[in-house]
């Protein structure tokens, strides 16, 4: 499966920004996606996952409340729903799909995206 991820951008502190991972080549709706992002010199970190009928959805403790994951299996599409974005969430956003389960863990994904780009000035 392909995943291209886009909706990044240059926003301000406080904007919302929400991120989509448009997915070709493969059966959507039997992969659990996930969202990871990068900072400039930092290592990969998990933001959010989502199972495959959209049941069990998980968000990392440190970006609850901000951050919300959805999909759309008609559409082949994930999304990441960013609100009171901060500058501290500046990184490359990263989408993913794994074969089986939904995890919070990079290594259990299959396939990646290329990234999208978020910078949050203050």
């Known amino acids: 499966v392909q995943l291209q991820a886009f909706g990044g951008g240059l926003v301000e502190a406080g904007a919302s920004l929400r991120l989509s991972c448009a997915a070709s080549?493969?059966?959507?709706?039997?992969?659990?996606m996930g969202w990871f992002r990068q900072a400039s010199g930092m290592e990969r970190g998990f933001v959010a996952a989502?199972?495959?009928?959209?049941?069990?959805?998980y968000v990392a403790d440190s970006l609850r409340g901000r951050f919300a994951i959805s999909r759309d299996n008609l559409k082949n599409t994930v999304y990441l729903q960013m609100n009171s974005l901060k500058p501290e969430d500046t990184a490359i956003y990263y989408c993913?799909?794994?074969?089986?389960?939904?995890?919070?863990?990079?290594?259990?994904?299959?396939?990646w995206g290329q990234g999208t780009l978020v910078t949050v000035s203050s």
């Open positions: 993913a799909a794994s074969k089986y389960t939904v995890s919070y863990l990079d290594t259990r994904y299959d396939y």
């Open positions: 080549g493969g059966t959507f709706r039997t992969y659990a």
């Open positions: 989502i199972s495959q009928g959209s049941s069990r959805t």
